[in-house]
């Protein structure tokens, strides 16, 4: 199970009738968060967000809010606490063969995290992995 995180920023422009999609200057994919992995980070180099200090940086303009998929708001330290302060208690760690089947490698604190390649571009600050591309 995971969930989507957002930036908004006004004006809250509603989706599109036709496509259900958000215009992308206002709701902003910042990543997901997947039980038993590390946060997938969204990096957005082409518009200069690269890590997690480039999302604190977006995320503290004015009027701009935290949202999950569901609408329900979040705060700039609760969200970063999920990205950061990420744990997992397991009996025992996953196989080989999980972790190459599933392109992960062990993490941090109990959990797994994306192996380097083709999306992901890094492992971040603290338990977060750096994402590019459309995977929400």
């Known amino acids: 199970m995971g969930t989507n995180y957002y930036a908004v920023t006004p004006p809250a422009i509603p989706p599109c009738a036709h496509c259900g999609r ?6 902003l994919h910042i990543g997901k968060s997947s039980v038993g992995w590390c946060f997938s980070l969204h990096v957005i180099p082409e518009r200069g967000i690269h890590d997690l200090n480039d999302w604190k940086a977006y995320l503290q303009q004015p009027h701009t809010t935290i949202e999950d998929e569901y609408g329900h708001e979040h705060t700039l330290d609760a969200l970063l606490e999920c990205i950061t302060l ?20 062990l993490g941090p604190n109990g959990l797994v995290r994306h192996a ?21």
């Open 22 to 27: 958000y215009d992308p200057s206002v709701r």
């Open 86 to 105: 990420r744990h997992r208690a397991r009996s025992e760690p996953p196989t080989a063969l999980w972790l190459s089947q599933n392109h992960a490698v």
């Open 116 to 136: 380097l390649g083709r999306y992901c571009i890094g492992h971040g600050e603290g338990t977060c992995d750096l994402l590019s591309g459309d995977f929400s």
